[in-house]
């Protein structure tokens, strides 16, 4: 289907298209008129069980770097058992199962490059922007920032909590942003997205990725608390 075609299932038709990906093969793809080759968000895709979801790879936006951390699952052999209620006929698409709560502690963090990993400019003043994506109920909205830390990149220290209530663990990711507070226009540097059922608990160091290539950046972590109740 093209992306406005499903689109239109997904809200108009949310349970019957659900039940027949459970039957049928389902392949969603760009509008081919996207000349920028940006992406559409392929979350709600997931969500009722279609079974390829098609993206431009040549642009690592947001939603690029979104499908990439996803496939990070299960030894990233690029295949993802789907939920159950996804699976099994007459399963309702809603039936998430078990409800939990995540809490993170963003402690500090590391080595945080300038924007575009540039040599040259003022010293930055990162605050961490976190949030959940996943089905509707999951999706966090307005996403939950921390403090800015004024003129220090190196080792920043926030020691702040967030707390997130999620329905349905196994199409949630978590993503963690690090962004440079600046008096005009402020600038994504670095960022991580972790599939929650893939967190490891406790006292963990995330490496972040750059915003522009999604290729990791050395020594830049993030060092937090995980928690899931």
């Known amino acids: 289907y093209q992306r406005r075609v499903h689109g239109k299932f997904v809200k108009e038709e949310p349970a019957e298209y659900c039940e027949a990906n459970k039957k049928i093969f389902s392949r969603i793809y760009p509008k081919g008129t996207r000349i920028t080759s940006d992406n559409y968000n392929p979350q709600p895709a997931w969500c009722v069980g279609a079974q390829m979801v098609a993206l431009n790879y040549q642009t690592k936006d947001f939603y690029m770097r979104l499908n990439e951390a996803k496939f990070n ?92 209530d999620i329905e349905c663990i196994e199409l949630a990711l978590l993503t963690l942003r690090v962004i440079h507070k600046d008096p005009e226009v402020d600038e994504e540097i670095a960022e991580a997205s972790i599939p929650v059922l893939s967190i490891r608990l406790g006292y963990r160091c995330v490496p972040l990725n750059t915003v522009t290539s999604n290729e990791p950046i050395d020594y830049a972590t993030l060092f937090c608390h995980f928690d899931i109740q």
């Open 73 to 164: 699952q299960n030894g990233k052999c690029e295949y993802i058992l789907k939920p159950h209620f996804l699976r099994i006929p007459l399963v309702p698409y809603n039936q998430y199962g078990s409800r939990f709560h995540l809490k993170v502690k963003l402690i500090n963090g590391f080595q945080i490059p300038k924007p575009n990993l540039s040599k040259r400019g003022k010293i930055i003043n990162p605050y961490v922007e976190i949030f959940v994506t996943g089905v509707e109920k999951d999706c966090t909205d307005p996403t939950k920032k921390s403090h800015a830390i004024l003129n220090n990149g190196f080792n920043p220290e926030w020691n702040e909590e967030f707390e997130f």
